[in-house]
Protein backbone atom coordinates (compact mmCIF):
# COMPACT_ATOMS: atom_id res chain seq x y z
CA UNK A 1 0.00 0.00 0.00
CA UNK A 2 3.05 2.14 -0.03
CA UNK A 3 3.65 4.33 -2.90
CA UNK A 4 6.91 5.58 -3.86
CA UNK A 5 6.88 8.63 -5.41
CA UNK A 6 9.76 10.59 -7.13
CA UNK A 7 9.47 14.75 -7.57
CA UNK A 8 12.19 17.67 -7.90
CA UNK A 9 12.15 20.64 -6.36
CA UNK A 10 14.42 23.57 -7.03
CA UNK A 11 17.08 24.58 -4.02
CA UNK A 12 18.84 27.89 -2.44
CA UNK A 13 21.47 26.36 -1.09
CA UNK A 14 23.82 29.12 0.86
CA UNK A 15 27.40 30.22 -0.41
CA UNK A 16 28.46 28.05 2.41
CA UNK A 17 25.89 25.14 1.57
CA UNK A 18 26.85 25.72 -2.17
CA UNK A 19 30.59 25.12 -1.35
CA UNK A 20 30.29 22.15 0.76
CA UNK A 21 27.46 20.74 -1.68
CA UNK A 22 30.39 21.35 -4.58
CA UNK A 23 33.21 19.45 -2.47
CA UNK A 24 30.66 16.90 -1.84
CA UNK A 25 30.51 16.15 -5.97
CA UNK A 26 34.39 16.49 -6.15
CA UNK A 27 35.15 14.13 -2.96
CA UNK A 28 32.57 11.35 -5.00
CA UNK A 29 34.02 11.83 -7.89
CA UNK A 30 37.40 11.72 -6.60
CA UNK A 31 36.50 8.21 -4.39
CA UNK A 32 35.57 7.03 -8.00
CA UNK A 33 38.89 7.05 -9.09
CA UNK A 34 40.71 6.32 -6.82
CA UNK A 35 38.80 3.05 -5.78
CA UNK A 36 38.83 2.25 -10.14
CA UNK A 37 41.99 2.97 -10.09
CA UNK A 38 42.95 0.45 -7.12
CA UNK A 39 41.15 -1.75 -7.89
CA UNK A 40 42.09 -2.49 -11.50
CA UNK A 41 45.87 -2.91 -9.84
CA UNK A 42 44.41 -4.96 -7.51
CA UNK A 43 42.98 -7.18 -10.33
CA UNK A 44 45.85 -7.34 -12.32
CA UNK A 45 47.61 -8.85 -9.48
CA UNK A 46 45.25 -10.95 -8.05
CA UNK A 47 42.85 -11.75 -10.61
CA UNK A 48 39.68 -10.88 -8.70
CA UNK A 49 38.15 -7.80 -7.93
CA UNK A 50 37.88 -5.74 -4.71
CA UNK A 51 36.42 -2.25 -4.23
CA UNK A 52 37.94 -0.55 -0.73
CA UNK A 53 35.41 1.37 0.95
CA UNK A 54 35.27 4.97 1.33
CA UNK A 55 36.01 4.59 4.78
CA UNK A 56 39.44 2.93 4.26
CA UNK A 57 40.47 6.07 2.67
CA UNK A 58 39.11 8.69 5.13
CA UNK A 59 42.84 8.03 7.22
CA UNK A 60 44.74 9.04 4.43
CA UNK A 61 42.25 11.33 3.00
CA UNK A 62 40.71 13.20 6.06
CA UNK A 63 39.01 15.53 4.11
CA UNK A 64 37.11 13.20 2.74
CA UNK A 65 35.49 13.17 6.49
CA UNK A 66 34.13 17.05 5.60
CA UNK A 67 31.27 15.72 3.45
CA UNK A 68 27.95 13.51 3.24
CA UNK A 69 29.31 9.92 4.25
CA UNK A 70 26.61 8.54 2.58
CA UNK A 71 27.04 10.39 -0.77
CA UNK A 72 30.34 8.43 -0.75
CA UNK A 73 28.15 4.87 0.47
CA UNK A 74 26.14 5.42 -2.76
CA UNK A 75 29.16 6.02 -5.14
CA UNK A 76 30.46 2.71 -3.74
CA UNK A 77 27.44 1.00 -5.05
CA UNK A 78 27.26 2.71 -8.22
CA UNK A 79 30.85 1.16 -8.76
CA UNK A 80 30.22 -2.21 -7.57
CA UNK A 81 26.96 -2.10 -9.73
CA UNK A 82 29.09 -0.76 -12.72
CA UNK A 83 31.70 -3.56 -12.03
CA UNK A 84 29.28 -6.58 -12.20
CA UNK A 85 27.67 -5.55 -15.47
CA UNK A 86 30.87 -5.14 -16.93
CA UNK A 87 31.76 -8.75 -15.53
CA UNK A 88 27.85 -9.72 -16.76
CA UNK A 89 28.05 -8.18 -20.02
CA UNK A 90 31.54 -7.14 -20.97
CA UNK A 91 30.27 -5.09 -24.42
CA UNK A 92 28.49 -2.68 -21.74
CA UNK A 93 31.75 -1.43 -21.07
CA UNK A 94 34.69 -1.08 -18.70
CA UNK A 95 33.55 1.30 -16.09
CA UNK A 96 35.16 4.99 -16.69
CA UNK A 97 37.14 7.20 -14.87
CA UNK A 98 34.87 10.60 -14.19
CA UNK A 99 35.81 13.55 -15.88
CA UNK A 100 36.43 17.07 -14.11
CA UNK A 101 35.95 18.52 -17.40
CA UNK A 102 32.45 17.02 -17.99
CA UNK A 103 30.94 16.69 -14.46
CA UNK A 104 28.04 14.89 -13.62
CA UNK A 105 27.14 17.14 -10.62
CA UNK A 106 25.55 15.10 -8.50
CA UNK A 107 24.91 12.91 -4.90
CA UNK A 108 22.16 11.02 -3.61
CA UNK A 109 22.12 10.67 0.16
CA UNK A 110 19.65 8.79 2.84
CA UNK A 111 19.06 8.66 6.45
CA UNK A 112 17.53 5.51 8.26
CA UNK A 113 14.63 7.89 9.46
CA UNK A 114 13.97 10.15 6.30
CA UNK A 115 14.46 13.69 5.77
CA UNK A 116 12.32 16.09 7.92
CA UNK A 117 10.94 18.51 4.72
CA UNK A 118 8.24 21.12 5.74
CA UNK A 119 6.93 24.35 3.19
CA UNK A 120 10.19 26.00 3.65
CA UNK A 121 13.42 23.68 4.16
CA UNK A 122 14.98 20.40 3.85
CA UNK A 123 17.23 19.34 6.47
CA UNK A 124 19.91 17.91 5.15
CA UNK A 125 23.21 15.69 6.39
CA UNK A 126 26.23 17.81 6.84
CA UNK A 127 24.38 20.72 4.90
CA UNK A 128 21.68 21.30 7.84
CA UNK A 129 18.96 23.20 6.49
CA UNK A 130 18.36 23.88 3.34
CA UNK A 131 16.38 26.53 1.69
CA UNK A 132 13.64 25.14 -1.28
CA UNK A 133 10.58 25.83 -2.91
CA UNK A 134 8.32 23.59 -2.20
CA UNK A 135 5.12 24.28 -4.90
CA UNK A 136 3.36 21.02 -4.11
CA UNK A 137 3.59 21.76 -0.08
CA UNK A 138 4.02 18.45 0.36
CA UNK A 139 5.74 17.91 4.07
CA UNK A 140 6.77 14.83 5.86
CA UNK A 141 9.40 12.65 5.17
CA UNK A 142 11.66 12.20 2.46
CA UNK A 143 13.27 8.53 2.32
CA UNK A 144 16.00 9.53 -0.20
CA UNK A 145 16.92 12.56 -1.69
CA UNK A 146 19.45 12.96 -4.59
CA UNK A 147 20.91 16.88 -4.76
CA UNK A 148 22.21 18.09 -8.61
CA UNK A 149 23.67 21.41 -10.06
CA UNK A 150 22.71 22.16 -13.57
CA UNK A 151 25.34 23.49 -15.98
CA UNK A 152 23.71 26.67 -15.28
CA UNK A 153 24.75 26.65 -11.47
CA UNK A 154 20.81 25.86 -10.34
CA UNK A 155 20.42 23.37 -7.60
CA UNK A 156 18.16 21.15 -7.11
CA UNK A 157 16.84 18.15 -4.99
CA UNK A 158 15.31 15.10 -6.49
CA UNK A 159 13.02 13.10 -3.17
CA UNK A 160 11.90 9.75 -3.52
CA UNK A 161 8.77 9.86 -0.87
CA UNK A 162 7.24 7.16 0.62
CA UNK A 163 3.13 7.83 0.76
CA UNK A 164 0.81 5.58 2.60
CA UNK A 165 -2.00 4.77 0.98
CA UNK A 166 -4.94 7.66 1.13
CA UNK A 167 -6.41 7.39 3.87
CA UNK A 168 -10.26 8.87 4.38
CA UNK A 169 -13.56 8.78 6.03
CA UNK A 170 -14.84 5.49 4.81
CA UNK A 171 -18.90 5.15 5.05
CA UNK A 172 -19.93 2.47 7.75
CA UNK A 173 -19.93 -0.97 7.84
CA UNK A 174 -21.58 -3.86 10.24
CA UNK A 175 -19.02 -5.58 10.49
CA UNK A 176 -16.84 -5.86 14.04
CA UNK A 177 -13.50 -7.71 14.87
CA UNK A 178 -11.27 -8.69 17.97
CA UNK A 179 -7.73 -9.47 17.56
CA UNK A 180 -5.71 -11.51 18.83
CA UNK A 181 -2.05 -10.81 18.81
CA UNK A 182 0.30 -13.92 18.45
CA UNK A 183 3.91 -15.24 17.64
CA UNK A 184 3.55 -17.93 14.75
CA UNK A 185 0.74 -15.77 13.80
CA UNK A 186 0.78 -12.69 13.92
CA UNK A 187 -2.92 -11.47 14.60
CA UNK A 188 -5.84 -14.00 14.88
CA UNK A 189 -8.85 -12.64 13.93
CA UNK A 190 -12.48 -12.98 15.40
CA UNK A 191 -13.64 -13.90 11.90
CA UNK A 192 -11.46 -16.36 11.67
CA UNK A 193 -8.49 -14.84 9.36
CA UNK A 194 -5.13 -15.79 10.35
CA UNK A 195 -2.25 -13.18 9.44
CA UNK A 196 0.58 -15.31 10.11
CA UNK A 197 4.79 -13.55 10.55
CA UNK A 198 5.97 -13.48 7.51
CA UNK A 199 8.32 -16.61 6.27
CA UNK A 200 10.52 -14.72 4.25
CA UNK A 201 10.85 -12.04 7.25
CA UNK A 202 11.82 -14.75 9.81
CA UNK A 203 13.91 -16.16 7.35
CA UNK A 204 16.04 -12.89 6.47
CA UNK A 205 16.15 -12.35 10.66
CA UNK A 206 18.00 -15.54 10.72
CA UNK A 207 20.48 -14.13 8.03
CA UNK A 208 20.98 -11.45 9.83
CA UNK A 209 21.79 -12.97 13.31
CA UNK A 210 24.09 -15.17 11.43
CA UNK A 211 25.55 -11.63 9.81
CA UNK A 212 26.05 -9.66 13.17
CA UNK A 213 27.64 -12.62 14.65
CA UNK A 214 29.88 -12.59 11.71
CA UNK A 215 30.91 -9.24 12.38
CA UNK A 216 31.64 -9.48 15.82
CA UNK A 217 34.19 -11.45 14.79
CA UNK A 218 36.14 -9.57 12.26
CA UNK A 219 38.58 -6.80 13.26
CA UNK A 220 37.57 -3.42 13.85
CA UNK A 221 38.73 -0.68 11.10
CA UNK A 222 39.76 -3.61 8.27
CA UNK A 223 38.45 -3.44 5.21
CA UNK A 224 36.12 -6.77 5.85
CA UNK A 225 34.72 -4.77 8.51
CA UNK A 226 33.61 -1.81 6.61
CA UNK A 227 32.03 -4.07 4.21
CA UNK A 228 30.60 -6.45 6.49
CA UNK A 229 29.10 -3.55 8.74
CA UNK A 230 27.59 -2.02 5.27
CA UNK A 231 26.11 -5.36 4.68
CA UNK A 232 24.54 -6.01 8.26
CA UNK A 233 23.11 -2.20 7.90
CA UNK A 234 21.39 -3.03 4.57
CA UNK A 235 19.75 -5.71 5.44
CA UNK A 236 18.51 -4.31 8.55
CA UNK A 237 17.11 -1.62 6.93
CA UNK A 238 15.72 -4.57 4.45
CA UNK A 239 14.19 -6.38 7.15
CA UNK A 240 12.44 -3.07 8.38
CA UNK A 241 10.98 -2.39 5.73
CA UNK A 242 9.61 -5.70 4.67
CA UNK A 243 7.68 -5.93 7.56
CA UNK A 244 6.21 -2.26 7.60
CA UNK A 245 5.09 -2.67 4.23
CA UNK A 246 3.39 -6.05 5.50
CA UNK A 247 1.90 -4.30 8.76
CA UNK A 248 0.61 -1.48 6.30
CA UNK A 249 -1.16 -3.74 4.31
CA UNK A 250 -2.69 -5.87 6.98
CA UNK A 251 -3.50 -2.92 8.77
CA UNK A 252 -5.01 -1.19 5.87
CA UNK A 253 -6.80 -4.36 5.06
CA UNK A 254 -8.14 -4.57 9.04
CA UNK A 255 -9.35 -0.83 9.18
CA UNK A 256 -11.25 -1.29 5.91
CA UNK A 257 -13.50 -4.02 6.74
CA UNK A 258 -13.92 -3.03 9.97
CA UNK A 259 -16.01 -0.45 12.25
CA UNK A 260 -14.70 -1.37 15.51
CA UNK A 261 -12.02 -3.20 16.19
CA UNK A 262 -11.07 -4.64 19.83
CA UNK A 263 -7.68 -5.80 20.77
CA UNK A 264 -5.43 -6.22 24.21
CA UNK A 265 -3.64 -3.28 25.39
CA UNK A 266 -0.43 -5.29 25.34
CA UNK A 267 1.97 -4.36 27.51
CA UNK A 268 4.95 -4.32 24.86
CA UNK A 269 7.84 -3.67 26.97
CA UNK A 270 7.42 -5.86 30.09
CA UNK A 271 7.40 -8.22 27.49
CA UNK A 272 10.69 -7.30 25.89
CA UNK A 273 11.92 -7.55 29.94
CA UNK A 274 10.93 -11.20 29.66
CA UNK A 275 14.01 -12.20 27.35
CA UNK A 276 12.54 -15.90 25.79
CA UNK A 277 9.86 -13.69 24.74
CA UNK A 278 11.67 -10.58 23.91
CA UNK A 279 13.41 -11.54 20.89
CA UNK A 280 9.88 -12.89 19.20
CA UNK A 281 7.81 -9.89 19.94
CA UNK A 282 10.22 -7.28 18.29
CA UNK A 283 10.16 -9.80 15.29
CA UNK A 284 6.68 -9.67 15.14
CA UNK A 285 6.86 -6.25 15.23
CA UNK A 286 3.05 -6.06 17.38
CA UNK A 287 3.79 -2.39 18.91
CA UNK A 288 3.98 -0.85 15.40
CA UNK A 289 1.08 -2.97 13.97
CA UNK A 290 -1.27 -1.19 17.12
CA UNK A 291 0.11 2.15 15.99
CA UNK A 292 -0.66 1.52 12.48
CA UNK A 293 -4.27 0.28 13.11
CA UNK A 294 -5.03 3.66 15.22
CA UNK A 295 -4.11 6.05 13.37
CA UNK A 296 -5.32 4.38 10.09
CA UNK A 297 -8.72 3.47 12.10
CA UNK A 298 -8.82 7.14 12.79
CA UNK A 299 -8.48 8.81 9.67
CA UNK A 300 -10.91 6.51 7.81
CA UNK A 301 -13.82 7.04 10.72
CA UNK A 302 -13.28 3.49 12.82
CA UNK A 303 -12.75 3.04 16.25
CA UNK A 304 -9.84 0.92 18.03
CA UNK A 305 -11.11 -0.12 21.24
CA UNK A 306 -7.72 -1.42 23.70
CA UNK A 307 -9.55 -3.99 26.73
CA UNK A 308 -7.54 -4.47 29.25
CA UNK A 309 -4.32 -6.45 29.49
CA UNK A 310 -5.11 -8.45 32.49
CA UNK A 311 -9.24 -9.38 30.62
CA UNK A 312 -9.07 -13.29 30.92
CA UNK A 313 -9.78 -13.55 27.19
CA UNK A 314 -8.25 -16.99 26.90
CA UNK A 315 -9.94 -18.30 29.80
CA UNK A 316 -13.71 -17.24 28.98
CA UNK A 317 -16.16 -19.57 26.86
CA UNK A 318 -17.19 -17.66 23.95
CA UNK A 319 -20.44 -19.30 24.12
CA UNK A 320 -21.65 -19.42 26.91
CA UNK A 321 -19.53 -16.79 28.84
CA UNK A 322 -18.54 -19.28 31.65
CA UNK A 323 -15.01 -18.93 32.58
CA UNK A 324 -13.28 -22.12 32.93
CA UNK A 325 -9.55 -21.16 34.16
CA UNK A 326 -6.37 -20.69 32.93
CA UNK A 327 -5.09 -23.02 30.78
CA UNK A 328 -1.04 -23.71 29.58
CA UNK A 329 0.40 -22.23 26.51
CA UNK A 330 0.24 -25.88 25.06
CA UNK A 331 -3.29 -26.77 24.72
CA UNK A 332 -4.82 -25.32 21.90
CA UNK A 333 -8.01 -26.61 21.78
CA UNK A 334 -10.41 -27.28 24.29
CA UNK A 335 -13.93 -28.06 25.55
CA UNK A 336 -16.09 -25.88 27.70
CA UNK A 337 -17.11 -27.91 30.50
CA UNK A 338 -20.39 -25.66 30.98
CA UNK A 339 -22.12 -25.78 26.95
CA UNK A 340 -19.62 -28.22 25.71
CA UNK A 341 -18.38 -26.04 22.87
CA UNK A 342 -15.07 -26.88 21.49
CA UNK A 343 -12.87 -23.83 20.71
CA UNK A 344 -9.45 -23.15 19.34
CA UNK A 345 -7.51 -21.26 21.63
CA UNK A 346 -6.87 -18.26 19.92
CA UNK A 347 -10.26 -17.61 17.77
CA UNK A 348 -12.14 -18.26 21.00
CA UNK A 349 -9.99 -15.44 22.48
CA UNK A 350 -10.16 -13.18 19.49
CA UNK A 351 -14.42 -14.09 19.56
CA UNK A 352 -14.23 -12.49 23.87
CA UNK A 353 -11.81 -9.64 22.55
CA UNK A 354 -14.49 -8.62 20.19
CA UNK A 355 -17.49 -9.15 22.56
CA UNK A 356 -15.72 -7.24 25.18
CA UNK A 357 -14.51 -4.22 22.96
CA UNK A 358 -18.40 -4.12 21.96
CA UNK A 359 -19.61 -4.27 25.91
CA UNK A 360 -16.86 -1.41 26.65
CA UNK A 361 -18.15 0.46 23.68
CA UNK A 362 -22.27 0.05 24.82
CA UNK A 363 -20.88 1.64 27.73
ZN1 LIG B 1 -19.30 -22.65 27.22
Known sequence: MNIIKAYKI?????????LLILK?????????????SDNIKYYEKNKKSKINTPASYKKEYEW???????????????LQSAFSGFFKQPNKGFPKYKSKKYPKNSYKTMIANGFPIDNETIKLPKLGKVKIVNHRHKTGIAKSCTISMTPTNEFYISILWKEDEIDEILPKVDKEIGIDLGLTDLAICSDGTKFPVLQSLRKNLSKLKREQRNLSKMIKGSNNYDRQKLKVARLHQHITNQRKDYLHKISYKITNENQVISLEDLNVKGLLKNH????????????????MLE?????????????DRWFPSSQICSCCGCITGKKPLYIRKWICPECG????RDYNAAMNIRDCGTRLLAW
Open 10 to 18: RCFPTEEQK
Open 24 to 36: TFGCCRWYWNQAL
Open 64 to 78: LKEVDGQALCFTQMD
Open 276 to 291: HLALSVADAGWSTFVK
Open 295 to 307: YKAKNKGRTVVKI
Open 341 to 344: GTHD
